[in-house]
Each structure stands twice: as C-alpha cells, then as structure tokens.
Nanobody, 115 residues
C-alpha cells in the first residue's frame, strides 16, 4: 500500500522558517506529481505548491517568493522550504501524490506561526 508521511511542522515565530518533508513508501507506480496543500481553520484546503514529473513547479500566489518545493534524489520524497512565514500561513499542511491517476494523501503536519 502507498503511504505518505509528513514531518517538519511545528511552532515558529513570524518571519521564521520551516522545512516540511514528505516521505512516500509503497509507491510502485509512476508518480505524476507531488505537491503540498494546506487547510487553515475555517478555510478550504488549497494548493500551496506542486512539482510535476517534469520538475516544473507551481506556487500559490500567496507563497511565491517565500516557499520552495523540491524533490529528493529517489523521487519518493518532497520538501517544502518555507521562509518568511506570516501569521496567515498557519494550517495543517498535507502532502499529496498523484501516481498513475490515483491520489494519495498524507496525514498532515501542523504549522503554527506566532507573532
């Protein structure tokens, strides 16, 4: 079975940085895309960043210039480097993989930003 496990969340002050990691296991299918989503209290889940198999990245306008998505050497990991965190960034961040047309989600990792 496929599992995605996120790590790296926590509490940081505004202006600080975090690096989220997503480790995928049990993936034997072709990974089309991997990305990060987030869901803040009272808001819908939204795309933060996505990395395609062609190594093209896309970002939400709200995080452009601050967040960077990258993949590991084995293509079974994806990272989200978050810099200059703002008070509006707190959310549960979810890793998502699209593998041969099937969607897989991690359990989420909490990011909290204090002022």
């Amino acid at each position: 079975q496929v599992q995605l496990v996120e790590s790296g969340g926590g509490l940081v002050q505004a202006g600080g940085s975090l690096r989220l990691s997503c480790a995928a296991s049990g993936i034997k299918l072709s990974i089309d895309t991997m990305g990060w989503y987030r869901q803040a209290p009272g808001k819908q889940r939204e795309l933060v960043a996505v990395l395609t198999s062609g190594e093209r990245s896309n970002y939400a306008d709200s995080v452009k210039g601050r967040f960077t998505i990258s993949s590991g050497n084995a293509k079974n990991t994806v990272y989200l480097q978050m810099n200059s965190l703002k008070p509006e960034d707190p959310a549960i961040y979810y890793c998502k993989a699209l593998c041969d047309g099937l969607k897989y989600w991690g359990q989420g990792t909490q990011v909290t930003v204090s002022s």
